[in-house]
């Protein structure tokens, strides 16, 4: 018999990667519904980079999954902007107890507003800097997303209607956003049809906060791949320990399906996880925004999985190679070092994800 050369996989099994990455790929392009608008969608909110009062900057695609009521505001107001916050921090009360909702503040003010002026503000009525942002920037960029993306109005007064406390005329109405980040209107008291919730009206607030928990029930048809990628590293993990308890039993065959399985759906994390990085966000980070003790220990673990992650490609490979081509003694000798680093990466992938994404959520 001739010794086994290369590293053959089975044809069924690279059919079938490649058609569960082609599913994965075709559901991250999808768009939402492909048929018309609802009578209550206005269509997407232009894309936007404006700087929160923490001085990172905010683009519409961080708030993609989430569902978002947006209020113009500034801090210098006379007017109704105390009333508007009002219902902004009421919201906040109100919603406490749901994930995936954020409240938006935007500056109408911004030559004022600095993000230390909003982050001022900000404290003084008590916004949770998880749950409520405050947004500031060029002042061409504000007004311009203001009207062409929110389809409201906010200028600057000038000659004798520029007062103390009047430098700006705004919206005081409350613009509710959806998952996919489409403009979405409500019923409210004052309107039969579909209209937007006015900030300054309390008897609005409660059908604005059914609107919400409506538009949480909704799927975006978008595939969340944050989900799916620590899906793929928990199933790697358990495929990891399948195959190594295997192996102990002597049960080579099982050991080989296990590892080869844990082998590809590590492949299909790496593509997925690229692809979500590199196209879906463009390369733009997600902010670990927690502080104190757990800020660190959550860097320690995203550093040392990344690092870890660098070699277990290599070290993965070339241990496949050699129990394929039946160089068992090296096969062994490198499987030593591959299973425990393999292992932690995938499970540390969990855990980071469970941290970013659920202990303390960023946008």
Same mark, same amino acid.
């Given at each position: =018999?001739?010794?086994?050369?290369?590293?053959?996989?089975?044809?069924?099994?690279?059919?079938?990667?490649?058609?569960?990455?082609?599913?994965?790929?075709?559901?991250?392009?999808?768009?939402?519904?492909?048929?018309?608008?609802?009578?209550?969608?206005?269509?997407?909110?232009?894309?936007?980079?404006?700087?929160? /009062?923490?001085?990172?900057?905010?683009?519409?695609?961080? !708030?993609?999954?989430?569902?978002?009521?947006?209020?113009?505001?500034?801090?210098?107001?006379?007017?109704?902007?105390?009333?508007?916050?009002?219902? =902004?921090?009421?919201?906040?009360?109100?919603?406490?107890?749901?994930?995936?909702?954020?409240?938006?503040?935007?500056?109408?003010?911004?030559?004022?507003?600095?993000?230390?002026?909003?982050?001022?503000?900000?404290?003084?009525?008590?916004?949770?800097?998880? *749950?409520?942002?405050?947004?500031?920037?060029?002042?061409?960029?504000?007004?311009?997303?203001?009207?062409?993306?929110?389809?409201?109005?906010?200028?600057?007064?000038?000659?004798?209607?520029?007062?103390?406390?009047?430098?700006?005329?705004?919206?005081?109405?409350?613009?509710?956003?959806?998952?996919?980040?489409?403009?979405?209107?409500? &019923?409210?008291?004052?309107?039969?049809?579909?209209?937007?919730?006015?900030? %300054? &009206?309390?008897?609005?607030?409660?059908?604005?906060?059914? &609107?919400? &928990?409506?538009?949480?029930?909704?799927?975006?048809?978008?595939?969340?791949?944050?989900?799916?990628? $620590?899906?793929?590293?928990?199933?790697?993990?358990?495929?990891?320990?399948?195959?190594?308890?295997?192996?102990?039993?002597?049960?080579?065959?099982?050991?080989?399906?296990? =590892?080869?399985?844990?082998?590809?759906?590590?492949?299909?994390?790496?593509?997925?996880?690229?692809?979500?990085?590199?196209?879906? *966000?463009?390369?733009?980070? %997600?902010?670990?925004?927690?502080?104190?003790?757990? /800020?660190?220990?959550?860097?320690?673990?995203?550093?040392?999985?990344?690092?870890?992650? =660098?070699? %277990?490609?290599?070290? $993965?490979?070339?241990?496949?190679?050699?129990?394929? /081509?039946?160089?068992?003694? *090296?096969?062994?000798?490198?499987? *030593?070092?591959?299973?425990?680093?393999?292992?932690?990466?995938?499970?540390?992938?969990?855990?980071?994800?469970?941290? !970013?994404?659920?202990?303390?959520?960023?946008?």
């Amino acid at each position: =018999m001739t010794k086994r050369q290369g590293c053959p996989l089975r044809l069924t099994t690279v059919i079938g990667a490649f058609a569960l990455l082609s599913a994965l790929l075709s559901l991250g392009c999808a768009s939402s519904p492909a048929a018309g608008l609802a009578d209550d969608d206005l269509g997407p909110v232009g894309d936007f980079a404006l700087t929160e /009062r923490n001085s990172q900057t905010v683009h519409r695609d961080d !708030l993609l999954g989430k569902v978002w009521v947006a209020a113009f505001i500034f801090t210098r107001c006379a007017g109704p902007c105390h009333q508007v916050t009002g219902s =902004m921090a009421r919201l906040q009360h109100d919603l406490a107890g749901l994930d995936d909702v954020v409240l938006v503040s935007f500056t109408v003010d911004p030559e004022c507003d600095t993000p230390q002026v909003l982050s001022d503000y900000a404290k003084r009525n008590g916004a949770d800097p998880q *749950r409520w942002l405050f947004l500031t920037g060029a002042p061409d960029k504000v007004y311009g997303l203001i009207r062409d993306g929110f389809h409201l109005y906010a200028e600057p007064n000038r000659g004798a209607e520029r007062t103390a406390g009047n430098e700006v005329t705004h919206d005081v109405r409350l613009a509710l956003v959806d998952r996919r980040g489409h403009l979405r209107l409500g &019923k409210t008291s004052t309107n039969t049809g579909y209209a937007y919730f006015d900030g %300054t &009206k309390p008897e609005d607030i409660p059908l604005l906060e059914e &609107k919400v &928990k409506a538009l949480l029930q909704e799927k975006p048809g978008e595939i969340d791949f944050p989900s799916v990628n $620590a899906a793929l590293n928990g199933t790697s993990a358990v495929l990891l320990l399948l195959g190594y308890a295997a192996i102990r039993r002597r049960a080579i065959a099982l050991h080989k399906t296990c =590892m080869l399985g844990a082998l590809v759906v590590s492949l299909l994390f790496l593509i997925s996880y690229l692809y979500y990085h590199l196209v879906v *966000r463009g390369g733009r980070p %997600t902010y670990f925004t927690a502080e104190g003790w757990v /800020r660190p220990l959550y860097f320690v673990l995203l550093v040392s999985h990344t690092l870890l992650a =660098m070699a %277990t490609a290599p070290l $993965a490979l070339i241990t496949a190679c050699l129990g394929w /081509r039946g160089s068992y003694q *090296r096969h062994v000798a490198f499987a *030593r070092w591959t299973l425990p680093i393999w292992l932690y990466v995938s499970v540390t992938g969990v855990v980071v994800y469970w941290m !970013l994404y659920h202990l303390y959520p960023s946008l």
